[in-house]
Nanobody
Framework: QVRLVESGGGSVQPGGSLTLSCAAS????????MGWFRQPPGKDREGVAT???????KYADSVKGRFTVSRDNGKSTLSLQMKSLKPEDTAMYYC??????????????WGQGTQVTVSS
């Protein structure tokens, strides 16, 4: 099994920055793919950024150039650096992992989420 614990959420003004962290534990092979997803209020969950154990990354078009995903396999952590935040980035952000994945599909282990609110 896998346990994922997110941290780093909070409230920030438009244009501000936040860094989310995800501490992972459990079977390494179930964490070949790791990523960040978000669910805005009243909307479906969507993929934000993912990375595999070899460093291949994928970003949603809406966050390209503003968000950066990184993972430290030695420390079993996943981070999401978010810059130039916009009100539309407001959402519950989730860390996820899986043995295999294709783009934003195939994730089957999820954290509890951390709230990000962007508002003036």
């Amino acid at each position: 099994q896998v346990r994922l614990v997110e941290s780093g959420g909070g409230s920030v003004q438009p244009g501000g920055s936040l860094t989310l962290s995800c501490a992972a534990s459990g079977d390494t092979w179930r964490r070949n793919c790791m990523g960040w997803f978000r669910q805005p209020p009243g909307k479906d969950r969507e993929g934000v950024a993912t990375t595999d154990r070899y460093g291949k990354m994928k970003y949603a078009d809406s966050v390209k150039g503003r968000f950066t995903v990184s993972r430290d396999n030695g420390k079993s952590t996943l981070s999401l650096q978010m810059k130039s935040l916009k009100p539309e980035d407001t959402a519950m952000y989730y860390c996820a992992s899986s043995q295999s994945c294709s783009d934003f599909s195939g994730y089957n282990y999820w954290g509890q989420g951390t709230q990000v609110t962007v508002s003036s």
